[in-house]
Nanobody
Framework: QLHLVESGGGVVQSGGSLRLSCVDS????????VGWFRQAPGKEREGVAY????????YYEDSVKGRFTISRDVAKNAVYLQMNSLKPVDTAVYSC??????????????????WGQGTQVTVSS
């Protein structure tokens, strides 16, 4: 069973950058597809970026394409979300999730088996 812990959130000015980390203490995260999701106040949770297990293909939702980068460090059992050119609309609680699935990225939230507790990202104008 995975135990996902996110870190790296905070308050940043518009145009700034943050890097979020998602770490599992069980040293098996490399076998899982991982996604980053976010939920702003009063809105539904939405997907942001995804990375597959294995060869680690990636996919980005249009809202963050060209600004965010998802990556994996197998040795550190971690997945990162580098967020550049942040905008106030990016303000949300960001959570990572893991799915034990092969074959590519996973964009469907219900397919994820494990979720972290989330980390707050606030972008001021």
């Amino acid at each position: 069973q995975l135990h996902l812990v996110e870190s790296g959130g905070g308050v940043v000015q518009s145009g700034g950058s943050l890097r979020l980390s998602c770490v599992d203490s069980g040293f098996t995260l490399g076998h899982y597809a991982v996604g980053w999701f976010r939920q702003a106040p009063g809105k539904e949770r939405e997907g942001v970026a995804y990375i597959s297990s294995g060869e680690s293909s990636t996919y980005y939702e249009d809202s963050v394409k060209g600004r965010f980068t998802i990556s994996r460090d197998v040795a550190k059992n971690a997945v990162y979300l580098q967020m550049n050119s942040l905008k106030p609309v990016d303000t949300a609680v960001y959570s990572c999730a893991a799915a034990y699935l092969d074959g590519g990225v996973v964009r469907v939230q219900s397919a994820y088996d494990y979720w972290g507790q989330g980390t707050q990202v606030t972008v001021s104008s």
